[in-house]
């Protein structure tokens, strides 16, 4: 699988490799190192060598922190725990030495602290690929529209015309029925939708994005408006309706779409957002039009929503998800996400909900994953980096619980287990790393799929990716 970003709105500078991240990283090494400098015997013996305790403590310290809060399902790359690590020394640097030292030496060690915080977060881009361009980057931080953003206001305007592309609509949608307090969400309408002097009844699919993310992050990440538009423009301006919604709440809100402590994110979804989509935008009613696809944390939510209810939603496509909502150990999600209620982790948990459930009527999945890490010289992943592996388990720490050596353990056991109850499913396979960039192209090798399920206009009968790539 291999990505290249299409549309204007990621053409630039990459931050994703390229001589932007390289320049940092080796003007932030020239930085520190004139900081450290050789100074007095003492600083080198003694001074120095507790700066250096002092970093590697630190990145010790935020290891075990991102392992024992179940933060990542890929494990981190080495060199985001070496910046880390610079990044604390260079702080304790200033600090003891700034006693005796020359001005210059001075404001370089102030100036070292942010540039190894810049490297940092230059690795961690890198590890998930979630600003693919200083463009991107840019537009997010200062908020500005995103690609084909109209107002609802603007929306009368353009019925009846022929967009060549379809257009992204911010929304409120009103929290009754869970209580659920989100953020601004968006729907995509496809240019079918303004033909005619009514919306036409068109499918629908919930886009849910992972576990740190913004409801546009579909949008200015992984660049999903043009690969939906690319489909659209093949066949005649049908696509179906997305809603890319929130289920977190805030950024760092890791709800798994239950309902918990950490909010009603499956109530927002399923009783909060459905509705107000068919009732605002015309969107079919019926489960058999109605799809979920996700990513990661979101790849997860799109099995659990969909086997949960059947009566919403009859497909989903979940893109490197686990075996179910997780959020550490089993011992730790119960408590993390339930509030200590064994009970309410099985009513979520998709094994146990379909096993419960039974055999299913017109459901269909498909499950798209990383396969075997690409062997070194010919890396997939976006940042140019070999898709990492802990060797003994699925993500960071093997979080789903699933022994394999990649991210494939879940999808397999989960489709084992719909398959046995008359769930229709197939897993896709491809190298790659958990990034935005592996995100998009699975979209864009699963929306035929998802478009005949959910019966798009002008879709044919498309086949599922097969199962290795």
């Known amino acids: 699988m291999n990505f290249n970003a299409t549309g204007s709105y ?278 058999a039009n109605w799809g979920v696809i996700g990513w990661s944390m979101g790849g997860t939510c799109a099995v659990d929503l969909t086997v949960m209810h059947p009566e919403l939603f009859s497909s989903f496509v979940d893109i490197a998800g686990d075996l179910g909502p997780t959020s550490g150990t089993k011992e730790q999600t119960v408590d993390r996400l339930y509030g200590g209620n064994a009970a309410a982790w099985a009513e979520f948990d998709p094994t146990t909900v379909m096993a419960a459930h039974g055999p299913y009527t017109g459901v269909s999945g498909l499950f798209e994953d990383n396969a075997a890490p690409p062997r070194r010289g010919n890396p997939a992943h976006a940042g140019g980096r070999a898709p990492q592996s802990d060797g003994g388990g699925s993500g960071y720490g093997g979080r789903d619980g699933t022994p394999d050596t990649d991210e494939k353990g879940a999808a397999d056991a989960l489709c084992a287990s719909a398959t046995a109850l008359q769930v229709s499913c197939s897993v896709h396979t491809s190298p790659g790393g958990h990034t935005w960039q592996f995100a998009t192209q699975a979209v864009t090798d699963g929306l035929p799929w998802l478009a005949d399920r959910l019966g798009v206009p002008g879709s044919t009968d498309v086949p599922s990716p097969p199962a290795s790539g």
Not at 103 to 119: E, N, Q
Request: aromatic share 10%; with cysteine.
């Open 10 to 287: 990621h053409q630039g500078v990459s931050l994703l490799g390229g001589w932007l991240p390289l320049t940092v990283e080796i003007v932030t090494v020239a930085a520190v190192l004139a900081v450290v400098g050789w100074r007095s015997a003492r600083w080198r013996l003694l001074w120095l060598p507790v700066c250096v305790a002092i970093g590697v403590s630190g990145a010790l310290i935020t290891h075990w922190y991102m392992n024992s809060q179940g933060l990542s399902s890929d494990p981190a790359p080495a060199p985001l725990w070496i910046w880390v690590a610079v990044c604390v020394g260079s702080a304790a640097v200033a600090t003891v030495g700034w006693r005796g030292s020359r001005w210059w030496r001075r404001g370089l060690s102030l100036l070292a602290i942010p540039l190894s915080l810049l490297c940092v977060g230059l690795v961690l881009n890198q590890w998930v690929g979630y600003y693919p361009t200083v463009a991107a980057a840019w537009g997010a931080v200062t908020a500005g529209p995103l690609p084909d953003q109209v107002s609802a206001d603007e929306l009368p305007g353009l019925r009846g015309t022929s967009p060549s592309t379809g257009k992204v609509v911010p929304v409120d949608i009103p929290d009754t029925a869970s209580g659920f307090t989100h953020r601004t969400e968006y729907v995509y309408l496809p240019p079918a939708w303004f033909a005619g002097a009514t919306p036409p009844t068109l499918p629908a699919v919930m886009m849910i994005a992972g576990e740190f993310n913004t409801p546009a992050d579909w949008m200015r990440s992984g660049n999903i408006t043009s690969t939906v538009d690319a489909y659209a423009n093949g066949h005649g301006g049908q696509a179906p309706i997305l809603v890319f919604v929130d289920a977190g709440g805030s950024f760092n809100n890791d709800t798994e779409c239950v309902d918990g402590p950490r909010g009603n994110a499956a109530d927002h979804l399923t009783e909060d957002v459905r509705p107000y989509v068919v009732s605002t935008f015309g969107a079919s009613a019926n489960p």
